[in-house]
């Protein structure tokens, strides 16, 4: 093999860590209250345009704390005036509401930002380059990486490590149950929109200076988060840590042999077959009341 | 999502009611308008990848017929504007039929989309209407496809690669030079391609490698790798709308270091990668910078309106407005035929730059001068001055076709 191709592999790898950061919290969302929640994107670039209108106010840095805490507690609104009514009802239900939602708000930040796209760059200090031998890789992407796997591994421990996370996990399995043994889970719903949403409003922090920042950014990336999603297995963390990565292999893979026009295509191919022979994902759990 | 949808008679009903309300309340109001205003027809993309130009565009339409009708309207009567979201070809074809149907439009104008440009052109024919394209560059709307209803504010491809390749011949970046080229995977960046490499063969160039890029990725990282593998002369980019600043804002990230230069292009996109990414070479119909009188009145009034300077996709719908109002005043008539044959006779307009523009009778496309930008880099006075430009091509001494396509390359034959 090529050190190309062997670049190509290891760049899509990194690649797909983009995804989780928004796989991950539209996993947790469907897992616990049963919604497919089609408006995750927008979440995504209303963190992206909160980066570019604070970012000159509180610096990058600050936007990275300061951005998915605002769209957190704007996660825990829509949840409670919204989702709350639709954890119980038919899934269909549910997803008109989101894409609706997607809709209004992708056309309320054109009407408050206008339809051109805004400019956002890479700050000073995250400028340059990593070389390794023959791998190039940008600094700000090395940066981007590590603190997505830090809040992914954040989010593992709280969902497997912590008491917290055993009611959201016992949730996700068995409701009622939870329920007939004295624990609310409303509080716990909020808690998992508010992260969920949050993690997509870091996305849209770090990828601002990296992506184009437009109204319509977040129907760009729902699809693949979805798709990663669906191939990883519903409620499977590491499922959808893995599929993300597949999915960036594949892609990497696909460029690197010199198909750069499949490369979009080719996750979607991966889906339909994950679909045809494993509906449950690769890593899917058998959750009782979806069954 | 439509087929989760299921109408309920009750829906049905009310959708019913609701609109044949809205019908006998909207028609009266029409046929009592019509001796004393004059409609105009505006399509355009306004949302999905194209929407961000089309905002430009609606703009520069509004500020044209405002300005319309302060000096008089056009034949003593008050000029109008229909506007509307032209979404897709099919959506742009019935949007299109609707309006002159129903509406009585004098004439469309407007559209980005190639493919929306044909199935207009398409309802301009059957409806004897004349319709003037100001963003579809594809060569086979003014070869394959010209039509003798169909006119062209904005440039052809050719004119935009020929444009960018004369400023790349005088820096020697084409004789014996490789190009990497990535391109849009549908039909502009196909056409595009096509335009291309034809001067890129003619001119002694070659590529080192020739990618299609879907429209849909984002990430750019994976083909920049191979860039810098490849190690070209020039990186040429045939790509269009958001993948421009997306490939932009990547190219500066990872510090690649050669040339960049582009044969499609939007001052929009520049200013979305802003000026610590922009880079390169691009051709342009028309920026905010060009000195000229009408030039500066026209990005004076437009800043003034909308508090940012015009996007060169304003410079084509404001002028193709004014264009139809200034031919209608002197013609005193609003038929199209007259128009045509008006326009065919090589009727002459300012448009805003050194020397005037006319249509071309063969294939209806304006011949005008172009220019090509290059990045200023951090010296930018502000968020919107990022770059130089060159000036106006061809050459004052040259004839304006000399950009354009020859008969042979692209073949019109009009019914």
């Given at each position: 093999m090529s050190t190309l191709f062997l670049q190509q592999i290891a760049n899509g790898l990194l690649d797909g860590v983009y995804y989780l950061l928004i796989a991950l919290g539209l996993s947790l969302i469907f897992s616990l209250g049963g919604i497919v929640n089609l408006a995750h994107g927008a979440f995504y670039a209303i963190g992206a345009y909160l980066t570019v209108v604070l970012g000159p106010h509180i610096g990058f840095g600050g936007a990275m704390f300061v951005v998915p805490g605002l769209v957190a507690i704007l996660g825990v609104l829509v949840e409670r005036l919204l989702f709350q009514r639709f954890y119980r009802s038919d899934p269909i239900l549910s997803l008109l509401l989101t894409f609706g939602l997607a809709m209004v708000a992708e056309q309320l930040l054109r009407m408050i930002f206008g339809a051109p796209p805004l400019s956002y760059s890479i700050p000073g200090w995250l400028r340059g380059q990593i070389f390794l031998g023959d791998?190039?890789?940008?600094?700000?992407?090395?940066?981007?990486?590590?603190?997505?796997?830090?809040?992914?591994?954040?989010?593992?421990?709280?969902?497997n490590r912590t008491a917290f996370g055993r009611v959201v996990r016992a949730g996700v399995q068995n409701p009622d149950m939870v329920g007939a043994l004295g624990?609310?889970?409303?509080?716990?719903?909020?808690?998992?929109?508010?992260?969920?949403?949050?993690?997509?409003?870091?996305?849209?922090?770090?990828?601002?200076?990296?992506?184009?920042?437009?109204?319509?950014?977040?129907?760009?990336?729902?699809?693949?988060?979805?798709?990663?999603?669906?191939?990883?297995?519903?409620?499977?963390?590491?499922?959808?840590?893995?599929?993300?990565?597949?999915?960036?292999?594949?892609?990497?893979?696909?460029?690197?042999?010199?198909?750069?026009?499949?490369?979009?295509?080719?996750?979607?191919l991966m889906m339909l077959l994950v679909l045809l022979f494993r509906p449950r994902g690769l890593f899917g759990e058998r959750i009782q009341r979806f069954e | 999502m439509s087929a989760f949808i299921r109408p309920s008679r009750r829906g049905l009903i009310k959708a019913a009611g609701a609109t044949a309300l809205l019908g006998g309340i909207g028609m009266p109001g029409i046929s009592r308008a019509q001796s004393d205003v004059l409609r105009f027809g505006h399509l355009t993309p306004r949302t999905g990848f194209l929407g961000p130009l089309g905002e430009f565009a609606v703009m520069a339409a509004d500020l044209a017929v405002e300005e319309i009708n302060a000096a008089g309207g056009v034949m003593g009567r008050k000029l109008e504007i229909l506007k509307e979201d032209s979404v897709n070809p099919q959506t742009a074809s019935t949007k299109a039929e609707r309006m002159i149907e129903r509406d009585?439009?004098?004439?469309?104008?407007?559209?980005?989309?190639?493919?929306?440009?044909?199935?207009?052109?398409?309802?301009?024919?059957?409806?004897?209407?004349?319709?003037?394209?100001?963003?579809?560059?594809?060569?086979?709307?003014?070869?394959?496809?010209?039509?003798?209803?169909?006119?062209?504010?904005?440039?052809?491809?050719?004119?935009?690669?020929?444009?960018?390749?004369?400023s790349l011949m005088q820096q020697g970046l084409v004789k014996g030079k490789k190009w990497f080229s990535l391109t849009a995977d549908y039909a502009f960046g196909h056409d595009l391609l096509k335009v291309a490499k034809r001067f890129m063969e003619a001119n002694g160039g070659q590529?080192?490698?020739?990618?299609?890029?879907?429209?849909?990725?984002?990430?750019?990282?994976?083909?920049?790798?191979?860039?810098?593998?490849?190690?070209?002369?020039?990186?040429?980019?045939?790509?269009?709308?958001?993948?421009?600043?997306?490939?932009?804002?990547?190219?500066?990230?990872?510090?690649?270091?050669?040339?960049?230069?582009?044969?499609?292009?939007?001052?929009?996109l520049a200013w979305a990668a802003g000026k610590d990414n922009f880079g390169g070479t691009w051709p342009v119909v028309w920026h905010h910078l060009i000195d000229t009188p009408n030039s500066k009145k026209f990005v004076q009034a437009f800043t003034a309106k909308y508090?940012?300077?015009?996007?060169?996709?304003?410079?084509?719908?404001?002028?193709?407005?004014?264009i139809f109002a200034q031919t209608m005043n002197e013609i005193k008539s609003t038929d199209s035929m007259k128009i045509i044959e008006h326009w065919e006779k090589g009727a002459t307009f300012d448009v805003m730059k050194t020397r005037e523009g006319y249509f071309r009778k063969s294939d209806h496309q304006m011949m005008h001068e172009m220019y090509t930008v290059q990045a200023v880099g951090a010296s930018a006075k502000n968020q919107w001055d990022i770059f130089s430009s060159s000036p106006a091509v061809p050459a004052a001494n040259e004839s304006l076709e000399v950009i354009a396509t020859t008969a042979e390359e692209n073949e019109c034959k009009m019914a």
């Open positions: 791998f190039i890789y940008s600094r700000y992407r090395g940066t981007l990486i590590l603190i997505a796997a830090t809040c992914i591994l954040a989010l593992w421990f709280l969902l624990i609310a889970l409303p509080p716990y719903m909020m808690a998992v929109a508010a992260i969920g949403i949050g993690l997509a409003g870091l996305a849209g922090v770090l990828l601002a200076p990296i992506y184009s920042i437009h109204p319509a950014m977040g129907q760009e990336i729902i699809t693949p988060a979805f798709v990663v999603v669906v191939i990883g297995g519903l409620g499977s963390f590491w499922g959808v840590v893995a599929a993300a990565l597949l999915v960036g292999l594949v892609k990497g893979a696909t460029i690197g042999l010199g198909y750069p026009q499949f490369s979009t295509a080719v996750i979607y | 009585k439009v004098a004439c469309i104008i407007g559209e980005i989309s190639s493919a929306s440009c044909l199935t207009i052109a398409q309802v301009a024919a059957r409806t004897k209407t004349l319709y003037v394209n100001t963003g579809g560059n594809s060569d086979a709307l003014r070869g394959a496809n010209c039509n003798k209803f169909m006119f062209h504010v904005e440039s052809q491809n050719s004119m935009y690669v020929k444009t960018c390749g004369r590529f080192a490698a020739d990618k299609l890029v879907p429209t849909d990725l984002t990430d750019f990282s994976a083909l920049l790798i191979e860039i810098r593998n490849a190690k070209p002369d020039l990186v040429i980019s045939n790509l269009a709308g958001n993948q421009i600043t997306n490939f932009l804002k990547q190219y500066s990230e990872f510090g690649l270091t050669f040339p960049v230069a582009g044969f499609g292009f939007d001052t929009a508090k940012k300077p015009p996007e060169n996709q304003a410079w084509g719908d404001y002028l193709a407005v004014k």
